[in-house]
Nanobody
């Protein structure tokens, strides 16, 4: 069974940074797109950023653009990272990585595989 596992969440002060990691099982390689979503308390999951399985192109939500950066471990291709800078209280969410074939799918319902999530709490 394909698996995704997130790590790196925790408590951070507003204005600070965190790097989240997503490790995919061997079945999620090659042409799978990997995306990050987040869910604030009482809200639906929202797209944050993703990398295409077709051409490794990255895409970001407006809320993430300029502050968040995706990267992939070129040695261990199944590891992907989300570097988050200048975090605000609105960043207090559970962050999930998701995978589906080919293109990044910002609609969370279109992603097949999900990790359990990692909690990020931003304190003011």
């Amino acid at each position: 069974q394909a698996q995704l596992v997130e790590s790196g969440g925790g408590l951070v002060q507003a204005g600070g940074s965190l790097r989240l990691s997503c490790t995919a099982s061997a079945r999620i390689v090659g042409n799978y797109a990997i995306a990050w979503f987040r869910r604030a308390p009482g809200k639906d999951r929202e797209f944050v950023a993703g990398v295409s399985g077709n051409n490794n192109a990255t895409s970001y939500a407006d809320s993430a653009n300029g502050r968040f950066t995706l990267s992939r471990d070129n040695t261990h291709y199944k590891n992907m990272y989300l570097r988050m800078n200048s975090l605000t209280r609105e960043g207090t969410c559970v962050y999930y990585c998701a995978a589906d074939r080919y293109a990044v799918k910002p609609d969370h319902s279109q992603n097949t595989h999900w990790g359990p999530g990692t909690q990020v709490t931003v304190a003011s």
